[in-house]
């Protein structure tokens, strides 16, 4: 009788130990991750992420996780202040070395989710500096649409590694399967680099018969960076193109264009696609003539988006700093509290133009003569009616005081 007591109690105790050496809660894995991903604390992460290494039988994830955070903990200093510099410094350079394929496929996955945004660019840049590898599996995922949140990202990686992954790029470009969208961003990627190892590419690409008008366009704006100046009035053209693709290269362009008339550039301003007006309003701040000041102010009240407005203010800002917009402060004002720029938007642009120093410093110049100063606070009291507005100008007024 008493045998059949004591075998269930051994049976008993045997299992509640086991239960008992069983973890509790979220691994160090999930733990690291989050650490990482969603705090931004990399020490901590670091922690949990190498006894995640050495717990977890599948070591992809910990190992890609891992050198995110150590090249994360370098880029912010966090390695440094918590006295681990030297060992983040060593564990990054030897895991870039032992990087495979799956890793970096991991690491890619993880970093195009947008809850990664802090660490991406640190995690990427790991990539960048594995080189060629990467730059393998940049392209294939370019070419095959994935990770589309991370394309932008992928061009500017491809420039940082510049003329050491030349070739690949050329031999991408140059592939007959490559898509006129891939061959578009690749030829950007060309013209940010800037050997002129790839004008004979260039030129090969440009030949195809069915080539893309826009593609054309910007092949041509390449060569001209790359020191081939027979393009120069092709480019010009394009600005009065029939095609959108076309005159956005060609605008895109022109604060590259030596000799350039900011006639040209002015006449140009009244396209109705914002990014070519956007990009010809930069060309002004380079090329710059005091007879497009109306033609950017214009751009300020007038129905095109968001970027060329801004693009405007930091093109007046310019012309303002360099005497060539005087009484611009004054015009702008008048226009503000004249009861014509029904758009409380166009409003909140003009009172950021009046906010950069050139013009503050008109205002203030202007006080005993024309008082704009007492004419804003005004407007701003009985007048305007748009929190949007009357913040900016709140602190326009204390900013003149």
């Not at 969603?38 to 922690?47: I, K």
């Not at 006894?51 to 903990?73: D, F, Q």
């Not at 590259?256 to 550039?265: A, D, F, R």
Request: hydrophobic share 40%; with cysteine; aromatic share 4%.
């Amino acid at each position: 009788m008493k045998k059949v007591v004591i075998i269930p109690l051994v049976v008993l105790l045997l299992a509640s130990f086991g239960c008992e050496t069983k973890q509790k809660g979220p691994s160090n894995l999930s733990v690291g991750k989050g650490k990482l991903i969603h705090s931004g604390n990399a020490l901590e992460a670091v922690g949990h992420l190498e006894k995640a290494e050495e717990e977890e039988v599948n070591k992809l994830e910990p190992r890609a996780l891992l050198l995110v955070a150590y090249s994360y903990g370098l880029s912010t200093g966090d390695a440094n202040r918590g006295g681990a510099e030297a060992k983040f410094k060593n564990q990054r350079s030897q895991r870039i070395e032992a990087l495979t394929e799956a890793e970096m496929k991991h690491i890619l996955q993880v970093l195009s989710q947008p809850s990664a945004g802090q660490v991406r660019k640190a995690g990427l840049q790991a990539l960048v500096d594995k080189g060629h590898e990467a730059a393998v599996l940049i392209l294939d995922s370019l070419a095959k649409g994935r990770y589309p949140l991370l394309h932008a990202d992928f061009t500017q990686m491809l420039v940082d590694m510049g003329p050491d992954e030349l070739d690949l790029i050329l031999a991408r470009l140059t592939d007959g399967t490559t898509s006129p969208a891939l061959k578009g961003k690749l030829v950007q990627v060309l013209a940010e680099i800037g050997d002129a190892k790839a004008v004979d590419a260039l030129k090969s690409v440009q030949t195809e018969a069915a080539i893309d008008p826009g593609l054309a366009m910007q092949i041509n704006t390449t060569l001209y960076q790359l020191g081939e100046a027979s393009y120069k009035k092709e480019i010009i053209a394009g600005i009065s193109h029939s095609e959108d693709a076309v005159r956005r290269a060609a605008a895109k362009a022109m604060v590259n264009i030596e000799g350039i008339s900011p006639k040209t550039l002015i006449a140009g301003l009244k396209d109705e696609d914002s990014e070519v007006v956007t990009s010809l309003v930069e060309a002004l701040a380079v090329h710059k003539d005091a007879t497009a000041v109306d033609e950017l102010m214009n751009i300020l009240t007038g129905e095109l988006s968001k970027d060329p407005k801004q693009a405007a203010i930091e093109t007046l800002d310019v012309y303002g700093q360099n005497k060539l917009a005087r009484g611009l402060a004054k015009d702008a004002t008048m226009l503000l509290i004249g009861g014509t720029v029904s758009d409380p938007d166009n409003r909140y642009y003009l009172v950021q133009l009046l906010r950069r120093e050139p013009f503050k410093k008109q205002i203030k110049a202007l006080k005993t003569i024309e008082d704009l100063g007492s004419k804003l606070h005004e407007y701003h009291d009985k007048k305007e009616q748009e929190d949007l507005v009357k913040v900016p100008l709140a602190q326009l007024l204390n900013e003149v005081q």
